[in-house]
C-alpha cells in the first residue's frame, strides 16, 4: 500500500478526488474537545498517513484556512465561509437569525433550525431564549440523532420511500425505552408527523426531554429545515409543547418561508 492510499479506502467512482475528500477528512478531524491537534493526532482522527495528513495540512494552512503553533494545528474562522456557503445557498444564513431571536424571545424557549445529516441532525442556526437555563449546551453545528428527535422526524418526512430504507437498513440506538427504533414503527410514526405537519416527541432522546418541530419550506415547497423547541417536563411537557408551541413555529415558519427567495 503507498503513502497515498489509506487502509479504509474503497472503490469510489472515476470522478471522485481522493485528494479533495481527504483534505475534507483533515478539516474534520477538528471539532468539539479537538480544537488543537498534533500532526499524529490528525493523521489518526482523518485515517490518514502522517506524510499525507502534513502536506494536506501545509495546503490547509497556505489557503488560509489553518494555522501551526508549535507542534499543534488549528483551523482558522475562514474555514466559516464553507459553512457559510451552504447556509446562504439554502437560504439558512443570517436573514434568519433575526426570526430566531424575535422567535425565541416570544416563547420564552430556545429555538433552532436543524438540518438532516443522518444519522444525525444538526442545528444549522440557532437562538437562546433570554435568561433561560438549559442543562445541555447545544450550539451551531450541535448534533443530535434524528430518529429520536422530533426535527429528525420532520426532516426524514422529505425521504423517498428508497432513502429510508438505507436510512433503516442499520439497527438504530435506543436512547431511553421510549425511543422508536423498529423500521416500521418509525415509519407509521413519519406517516403521521407528515400527516399533522408537525412531530412532538416525548421523552426518546432522554427521560423527561420533549421536542417540537414544524417544517420550513421555501416557495416551491422543498422542505429546507426543521424549525424546532425543546423543554424538560419540570418546565413545559409534551403535552403543553404541541398545545402552545406548534402553532407559534407554525407561524414563525410560514414568516421565515417568505426570506427563502
Known amino acids: 500500500m503507498s503513502s497515498e492510499e489509506g487502509a479504509g479506502d474503497t472503490p469510489r467512482s472515476r470522478g471522485f478526488v481522493t485528494a479533495f475528500a481527504r483534505g475534507l477528512e483533515v478539516i474534520r478531524a477538528f471539532g468539539p474537545g479537538a480544537g488543537r491537534l498534533t500532526l499524529s493526532e490528525v493523521a489518526a482522527r482523518a485515517g490518514l498517513d502522517r506524510a499525507v495528513?502534513?502536506?494536506l495540512l501545509m495546503t490547509l494552512i497556505e489557503l488560509g484556512l489553518a494555522s501551526s503553533e508549535g507542534r499543534h494545528f488549528s483551523l482558522t474562522?475562514?474555514?466559516l465561509g464553507l459553512a457559510q456557503a451552504y447556509l446562504g445557498g439554502a437560504g439558512l444564513d443570517r436573514r434568519m437569525q433575526p426570526a430566531l431571536e424575535a422567535l425565541a424571545h416570544r416563547i420564552g424557549e430556545s429555538v433552532s433550525l436543524s438540518v438532516l445529516?443522518?444519522?444525525?441532525i444538526v442545528n444549522a442556526a440557532r437562538a437562546e431564549a433570554p435568561d433561560r437555563p438549559f442543562r445541555h449546551t447545544l450550539t451551531v453545528s450541535t448534533r443530535m440523532a434524528a430518529h429520536a428527535t422530533a426535527s429528525g422526524r420532520v426532516l426524514m418526512t422529505a425521504l423517498s420511500p428508497t432513502e429510508l430504507a438505507t436510512c433503516l437498513a442499520a439497527p438504530l440506538p435506543r436512547y431511553t425505552p421510549r425511543t422508536i427504533t423498529e423500521p416500521a414503527a418509525l415509519l407509521r410514526a413519519l406517516t403521521e408527523c407528515r400527516e399533522a405537519g408537525f412531530a412532538v416527541l416525548n421523552g426518546e432522546l432522554?427521560?423527561?426531554f420533549a421536542s417540537a418541530a414544524v417544517p420550513l419550506t421555501d416557495s416551491a415547497g422543498r422542505l429546507v429545515a426543521a424549525l424546532a423547541t425543546s423543554s424538560h417536563a419540570g418546565r413545559r411537557?409534551?403535552?403543553?409543547?404541541?398545545t402552545e408551541m406548534v402553532p407559534l413555529l407554525q407561524a414563525a415558519a410560514r414568516?421565515?418561508?417568505?426570506?427563502?427567495v
Not at 117 to 120: F, V, Y
Not at 237 to 242: F, G, H, P
Request: proline share 8%.
Open 206 to 208: 432522554e427521560e423527561g
Open 117 to 120: 445529516d443522518w444519522p444525525d
Open 53 to 55: 495528513a502534513r502536506r
Open 77 to 79: 474562522p475562514q474555514v
Open 237 to 242: 411537557d409534551a403535552a403543553a409543547l404541541q
Open 255 to 260: 414568516e421565515m418561508s417568505a426570506l427563502l
